[in-house]
């Protein structure tokens, strides 16, 4: 079939909506017409050129939601006209990581996602002149029609809204599953979160949800403040207007009791790893949890001086919020359409697929927080 996608021709590029040529799904296959999708800082980062798994020409979009419209050989969990949600960490339930229990990281098909391709080692899209064009993290939500793997892809209720539950695609799960996967924050604990934008303030609601007592958001842009309050931050920092932000942050949790001061847990949503070196040394000497959710630039490392870690801080990392996507995606989706988490207010944009860059040029002027397309 014949289908419209935003395709990434190079890296740097704006994306170019075109005609594109889709096969249908093979074995184990599922062809889904997305409904919407939402653009995510990994979009940009790979559109970039700053990811080292980046593939170009490439179908970008990992956010998304829609229909079943076909399913291929051996599919036996879902169904034409089943509403889903595409998942780049999939869910086998079979292999060794799924089987551990201790990770959401299932590694049955992460090779051939990592290359562009679907499991059989080939490509789905194709340009009109017949050039392939590579699969995006699994998913390619930015094409009006795509086919995933049936283990990624989480079967979800039917009267939920496609243009809103699709950012539980990523940024909802992710920001919320960090702090309840991740970090396991307790009632009443202290919080910084670097980075007010998709991810960050779904870490603070996250935080809000768990019962965090204090939650310092910390980001250089000001206008990000507002709608982080509304969603439970209650102290801000902007970096670019304090001295030391990790001496900032520490007084702002100092005690009569506790003069070493420091945050119980932090959250690097920037992806800059000098922040993410911050978010680790604000956190409390003999306890802080920091949970690196950013993704750096190919070539970027993290630092600090191992004292830090020495006296008892832990640097962790989480993706998809350590959510298991077949299992955890469609609570998520109660919990929106039951009112327990919100989404409506964090979507700031609703634009049409031909309107795709200006979604990217919106997130560079830290004017949305999501810019979601519907088809
Ligand atoms: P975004 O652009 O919506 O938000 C980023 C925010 O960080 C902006 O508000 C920006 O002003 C702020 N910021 C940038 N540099 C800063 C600095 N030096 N100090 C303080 N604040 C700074 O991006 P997003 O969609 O929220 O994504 C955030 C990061 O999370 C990206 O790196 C993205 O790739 C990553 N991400 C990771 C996962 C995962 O599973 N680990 C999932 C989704 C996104
Ligand atoms: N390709 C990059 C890594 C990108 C990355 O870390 N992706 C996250 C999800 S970001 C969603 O917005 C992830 O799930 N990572 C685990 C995995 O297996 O990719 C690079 O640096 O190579
Ligand atoms: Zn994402």
Redesign the pocket.
Do not use: Q, W, Y
């Given at each position: 079939m014949r289908t419209k996608a935003a395709v990434a021709l190079k890296a740097g590029e704006p994306l170019q909506i075109m005609e594109v040529n889709l096969d249908g799904p093979k074995k184990g296959e599922v062809l889904v017409e997305i409904k919407a999708t939402g653009i995510?800082?990994?979009d940009?980062?790979t559109r970039s050129g700053a990811d080292p798994e980046g593939l170009f020409p490439c179908i970008l979009g990992h956010e998304g939601a829609g229909v079943v419209i076909e399913v291929g050989e051996g599919v036996t969990t879902l169904k034409p006209g089943d509403h889903v949600i595409p998942l780049y960490t999939p869910e086998c339930r079979e292999c060794p990581s799924c089987l551990s229990g201790k990770t959401n990281l299932c590694t049955a098909i992460r090779n051939t996602q990592g290359q562009g391709l679907m499991p059989d080692g080939t490509t789905r899209f194709s340009m009109l002149d017949g050039t392939p064009i590579y699969h995006y993290m699994g998913c390619s939500t930015f094409a009006n029609h795509t086919v995933m793997p049936e283990i990624a892809l989480a079967k979800v209720r039917e009267d939920a809204p496609f243009d809103k539950i699709c950012y539980i695609g990523?940024?909802v799960t992710?920001g919320i599953g960090?702090v309840i996967n991740t970090a396991g924050v307790e009632i009443g604990s202290k919080a910084a979160v670097?980075?007010?934008?998709?991810?960050?303030?779904n870490v603070i609601q996250g935080l809000r949800m768990a019962g965090a007592d204090m939650i310092i958001g910390?980001?250089?842009?000001d206008d990000?403040a507002e709608m982080a309050k509304k969603f439970g931050m209650t102290h801000f920092v902007n970096?670019s207007k304090v001295d030391n932000t990790v001496q900032a942050i520490v007084d702002l949790t100092k005690t009569e009791k506790d003069q070493i001061g420091g945050v119980d847990y932090s959250f690097d949503?920037?992806?800059?790893v000098?922040?993410m070196r911050d978010a680790l040394e604000c956190s409390h000497r003999g306890w802080g949890v920091s949970v690196?959710?950013?993704?750096?630039p190919a070539g970027a490392e993290i630092s600090t001086r191992p004292f830090q870690l020495v006296t008892g801080r832990v640097w962790k990392?989480?993706?998809?919020?350590g959510a298991k996507g077949r299992t955890d995606v469609p609570k998520f989706v109660d919990w929106y359409m039951n009112g327990k988490i919100e989404i409506d207010p964090m979507i700031t944009h609703t634009l049409s697929l031909e309107q795709i860059n200006d979604g990217f040029d919106l997130?560079h002027e830290?004017k949305?927080?999501?810019a979601v397309v519907v088809y």
């Open positions: 995510c800082h990994t940009e980062f990523c940024g992710t960090a670097f980075g007010l934008g998709g991810i960050g303030l910390v980001d250089l842009n990000k970096p949503a920037t992806g800059n000098k922040v690196i959710i950013g993704v750096a990392g989480t993706a998809f919020g997130m830290g949305s927080i999501r």
